[in-house]
């Protein structure tokens, strides 16, 4: 082999990496995934993970297909569906809850059915109780350690606070409510980095709603003693459809049309005058321009 020949071989090889056994180093081409256009859900992981704020145990929440907008807190681990009435057999496919068995010998059913803080329904089979009695004694822990406490009674109408906690929202012709006052609400999607996105979805730079009192109306055949006709409201209508979109979202103005996905569930929940009774708020927010709408 000539001096030349060696030096071209040498030149060739210094191009491009090599490990000390002579193969190539090459570093796989890392790929980033994305949701799918027609998935149900956008959410990262197939149930969100959280705590009843009752009894403290843990809870999966899943997206439902029974109509429902709100998400289902499902038990944890599933159970033998001999064990399981059949009105609270559940089964979980893609993510998705589905108010049914499945044909399979396992299911899954809802916290509600064994909450410790809530009444014991009449149909519980011995597994169900014993079970119960289970997630009873892990909620004394949790009070005995002071990481539960018990909700506290909310405030009488002399002390009522102008900032609503869980403010009424009006945006693509529904009302929500939502978990946390209007400028705490946070964007629930990920970022690059693979964590929540920490900024809120009431951004400066982007068009604000208005606070405005909004009848509380109900249905003729649900009859409904209020403690008021009207109610504050946080009213999205006027801004553009993409807009409140990105609301209904719960994305901040970086992620509105970012297809990234969820790291959290959307805490809107569709408001029910007669669930939501506690937090119908009579007085606006401090510095809101009053405006009233007809019923």
Not at 28 to 40: E, G, K, Y
Not at 150 to 163: D, F, G, H, I, L
Not at 235 to 240: C, Q, Y
Not at 243 to 270: K, M, N, V
């Amino acid at each position: 082999m000539s001096p030349a020949t060696f030096t071209a071989m040498c030149s060739a090889n210094a191009s491009s990496p090599r490990r000390w056994d002579g193969t190539p180093a090459r570093s796989p081409r890392s790929r980033s995934l994305r949701v799918a256009p027609d998935s149900p859900t956008r959410l990262v992981r197939s149930a969100q993970p959280g705590h009843c704020p009752d009894c403290g145990n843990r809870i999966d929440w899943h997206p439902r297909t029974d109509g429902d907008d709100r998400a289902v807190g499902l038990h944890p681990q599933e159970l033998p569906a001999a064990a399981v009435p059949a009105v609270s057999r559940w089964h979980v496919s893609s993510g998705i809850a589905h108010p049914a068995h499945d044909g399979t010998p396992w299911c899954r059913i809802p916290h509600t059915a064994l909450c410790p803080a809530r009444s014991a329904p009449a149909a519980l089979t011995p597994q169900l109780a014993a079970l119960r009695r289970h997630l009873a004694l892990h909620t004394r822990r949790l009070i005995n350690n002071d990481v539960l406490t018990t909700p506290a009674a909310p405030p009488s109408e002399r002390t009522e606070s102008c900032r609503p906690a869980r403010p009424v929202a009006h945006l693509l012709g529904v009302c929500y409510i939502a978990g946390h006052p209007i400028d705490v609400i946070q964007c629930v999607a990920q970022t690059r980095q693979r964590h929540r996105c920490t900024r809120p979805v009431l951004d400066d730079q982007a068009p604000h709603g208005t606070w405005t009192l909004f009848p509380t109306a109900l249905p003729s055949n649900r009859p409904l003693s209020l403690p008021t006709d009207r109610m504050a409201v946080y009213d999205l209508t006027h801004l553009a459809f993409a807009e409140q979109l990105r609301w209904r979202h719960q994305h901040c103005p970086g992620h509105a049309a970012s297809s990234a996905a969820d790291l959290a569930r959307t805490e809107w929940e569709p408001f029910d005058p007669r669930l939501h009774h506690q937090h119908i708020h009579q007085r606006l927010p401090h510095g809101a321009r009053k405006q009233n709408h007809g019923a």
